[in-house]
């Protein structure tokens, strides 16, 4: 069984276009995360959502929302593209008192044209 | 910015140990080090974390100095799949206001 789910697996439109991105978890964790990879590789928190609170929330531009309907999903709004949000975003979770380790999707490449 | 410094690459062959140093100077004192691997186009996978002592779980070992400002992954015997790049960091335990950062890593590639 897959832990973390994302879909979709690649994701390519066009600038000004409105997307999302759909992460699931079945691990029964509390916290979830999206983080951005870029094509430099670093891999960077955007968002990170406990018990339905926003936690964190990075100088991510207004335009990435998440929006969380249950513990279980955490899904990623973005408006009005940008040839820059061209990356790969990975999903994640965790559980609070257990270590902290999180628990990363496959990821989702997103290429803006 | 990443609190770690860690070589770029490193090779290793196969079914040799591979030890993994990082460099973490300006740790507190309740900050853990974790570690992560990315293999070629998967999400992180988390490998193991510690405090003070040493850990060892199925996958590899944490030894941490003395002083707490350095540490080494060690994974005992490498396979081809162990290639990937490996990640130190450090951070409070149970504090979701402090992220998880990311820093280059090490690119371990583990050769026949």
């Known amino acids: 069984d897959t832990a973390v789910s994302q879909t979709p697996k690649y994701l390519v439109t066009q600038m000004g276009n409105d997307k999302s991105i759909k992460c699931e978890q079945n691990?029964?964790?509390?916290?979830m995360y999206w983080y951005k990879q870029d094509s430099k590789k670093f891999l960077k928190i955007m968002f990170s959502?406990?018990?339905?609170?926003?936690?964190i929330n990075e100088t991510v531009p207004n335009r990435f929302s998440p929006k969380s309907p249950d513990k279980a999903h955490l899904n990623l709004h973005i408006n009005s593209l940008e040839l820059g949000d061209s990356a790969v975003y990975f999903c994640?979770?965790?559980?609070?008192?257990?270590?902290?380790?999180?628990?990363f999707g496959p990821g989702t490449r997103l290429t803006v044209t | 910015d990443a609190k770690t410094t860690q070589p770029p690459s490193m090779d290793c062959a196969e079914g040799r140990a591979a030890n993994l140093p990082c460099n973490h100077s300006?740790?507190?004192?309740?900050?853990?080090v974790y570690w992560y691997r990315q293999i070629h186009s998967q999400g992180p996978q988390y490998i193991i974390h510690?405090?003070?002592n040493n850990e060892t779980n199925e996958m590899a070992s944490l030894i941490i100095t003395e002083d707490r400002k350095s540490s080494t992954l060690i994974l005992p015997h490498a396979t081809l799949r162990d290639t990937a790049v490996y990640y130190c960091?450090?951070?409070?335990?149970?504090?979701?206001?402090?992220?998880?950062?990311f820093g280059p890593g090490t690119r371990l590639s583990v050769l026949p």
């Open positions: 959502y406990n018990n339905k609170e926003l936690i």
């Open positions: 510690g405090l003070k």
């Open positions: 300006t740790i507190s004192g309740n900050e853990y």
């Open positions: 691990l029964g964790h509390d916290t």
């Open positions: 994640a979770s965790s559980q609070a008192g257990t270590g902290d380790e999180q628990y």
């Open positions: 960091i450090v951070r409070p335990l149970g504090n979701y206001g402090q992220n998880f950062v």
